[in-house]
């Protein structure tokens, strides 16, 4: 069995320091991976069944990954899950690719279709359409995202 330690970049691991100690803590103790959630932004009010609150400290989980990352060394790394919507593939490509080459191929990358309309309306982005958008840009941009980890 493989066990990972998830909201390793919210709540109280949105500390830079208590996340690098708790990723450290879970690879001496023999954990598979660390993961981080995604929320671009948290909605005021919450929508029903949304269990964050709009003060909840979240640190952005490419940074997250990096900084946990950079702190360990056999510990896998990994999203849980990026809103892939909400990105720009190209650059989140280069982003993953740059995660995965700081991390000496720690990564796992997760991602979603997204779920909460304020979300998107606070980032611009339409919420209409975003499976289709999430297929497009896998599987439009899997070379591409191929092609960054092994140009980084």
Not at 70 to 81: D, L, M, P, Q, R
Request: aromatic residues 6%.
């Amino acid at each position: 069995m493989k066990l990972g330690l998830f909201a390793i970049n919210y709540g109280t691991c949105a500390d830079p320091e208590l996340a690098v100690r708790a990723a450290q803590h879970a690879e001496a103790a023999g954990f598979e991976s660390v993961w981080t959630g995604e929320h671009v932004a948290l909605p005021d009010p919450a929508p029903r069944g949304f269990t964050m609150p709009p003060e909840l400290p979240f640190l952005d989980t490419i940074v997250a990954l990096t900084l946990v990352a950079a702190h360990t060394s056999t510990i896998k790394v990994a999203s849980g899950i990026i809103v892939l919507p909400l990105r720009n593939p190209v650059i989140l490509a280069k982003e993953l690719a740059s995660v995965d080459v700081v991390s000496k191929g720690r990564l796992i990358a997760g991602f979603g279709a997204g779920y909460v309309g304020q979300e998107f309306a606070a980032v611009g982005v339409p919420m209409a359409g975003r499976g289709e958008r999430m297929d497009d840009y896998i599987l439009r941009n899997i070379d591409m995202v191929a092609e960054q980890i092994i140009a980084a």
